[in-house]
């Protein structure tokens, strides 16, 4: 049970250049959940999605697209990268909305810059 | 919109000594309360959480927290910190399926 992982772990872009951040599940939860963490500002989210097929927009969602095609895996795409997004992106998911289902299980991160 | 607020940004410590970081939120219905850890180079672990019942909550590592409703806050506190607790720590607060996440406190523990 490998839990949240994430593809790749880190990553050089040139200003404009495209990328897809890879998360996959193997828990079987619904919710899956796009985060960026930034010095002094915590983990911000990006993008979440409340099941397959569904997406939605959290707080930062400009420049950013997601897919979730299959349950388990939720895409993070960046079509024209700009140094802006230079930040450690973390996954998330977890089973469900309520009690003890809303607890998240976190990726290891994907550490991105963008020249 | 819900925020919140981990007023201690940098905080160190020797060993030994007693841990207190400061948890605050802003919304006054129901939450679901946690704390998140993040050792060096390492992703985000769930260190304890609350949603109901006692409001004294005990996580791993000897980690506690004090859910005070009428002060919205949910304060973590260690009483011996070791060094292997350097680390950033984050509050978090769940609403709607969507965490809010504090700006973290970072703790250094002195051998």
């Known amino acids: 049970n490998a839990g949240v992982t994430q593809t790749p772990k880190f990553r050089v872009l040139k200003t404009g250049q495209s990328m897809t951040l890879l998360c996959a599940q193997d828990m079987n939860h619904e919710y899956m959940y796009w985060y960026r963490q930034d010095p002094g500002m915590g983990l911000r989210l990006i993008h979440y999605s409340v099941g397959e097929g569904t997406t939605a927009k959290g707080e930062v969602p400009d420049g950013y697209n997601v897919s979730r095609l299959k349950k388990q895996n939720f895409l993070l795409g960046l079509e024209s990268a700009a140094p802006s997004q230079t930040s450690v992106y973390f996954c998330?998911?977890?089973?469900?909305?309520?009690?003890?289902?809303?607890?998240?299980?976190f990726g290891p991160g994907t550490r991105l810059l963008v020249l | 919109a819900q925020s919140v607020s981990q007023h201690n940004h940098h905080v160190i410590l020797s060993e030994a000594a007693s841990l207190e970081l400061g948890c605050n939120y802003s919304y006054g219905g129901t939450v679901n309360l946690f704390w998140y850890v993040q050792y060096p180079g390492q992703h985000l672990q769930l260190l304890l959480k609350y949603f109901s019942g006692d409001p004294l909550v005990k996580g791993i590592k000897g980690f506690e927290a004090e859910f005070i409703k009428s002060k919205f806050s949910f304060n973590l506190r260690k009483p011996s910190v070791q060094w292997s607790d350097t680390a950033e720590y984050f509050c978090?607060?769940?609403?709607?399926?969507?965490?809010?996440f504090g700006q973290g406190t970072e703790l250094s523990v002195k051998p």
């Open positions: 978090a607060v769940c609403q709607g399926g969507k965490l809010i």
């Open positions: 998330a998911s977890s089973k469900g909305l309520a009690g003890v289902w809303e607890t998240q299980y």
